[in-house]
């Protein structure tokens, strides 16, 4: 074989560079973005894929984890099972976890949220949630509320365990708090 069909043979075409680009950016994704945050947000309530209503009273004196997701989203996908073990770790110190979808009708939601096994609870967005959080279109983010329902941090990317031990163990009473 000469060299120039070795090197014709061995050139990657243009499909396979962007796919292998494509890989490279999903794989090697820049870290969360994590801010800091105090302040309070204004009243606001989901309808639960069960079709009850949950309101932001109604989660006082937990530390809630609100995380705005999507099911086509990949890094959404990867999350949800941290989410759901750290929740399951520590929801019996007063932790709680709403998801909200961005997109997706409560059927879907609650169909995806029954296939993965999670029991955590679930919506999709509404008004009320835009005026307290903001129009969020990237996803995942999440915001996590202290007790008592102010915004401590925004986590804008994929969440993990680790980080979540850091951002909201501090946060619960008990121990390991620093409160």
Known sequence: MDRRAFVKKWTPSPLTLILLGLVAWLW???????SDENHAVPPWQVTLTDGSALTSDALKGKVVLVNFWATWCPYCRKEKPVIDAFWQDYRSR????????????????????KDKGYTFRAAPTNASVVAAFGNVSTVPTSFILDADGHIRHKVAGQLHYPRLEKLVVPLLPGPNSHE
């Open 28 to 34: 090697f994704r820049p870290p969360a973005e994590v």
């Open 94 to 113: 007063g932790f709680d976890v709403v998801s909200i979808s961005v997109d997706d009708p409560p059927e879907k939601i609650d169909a995806w949220m």
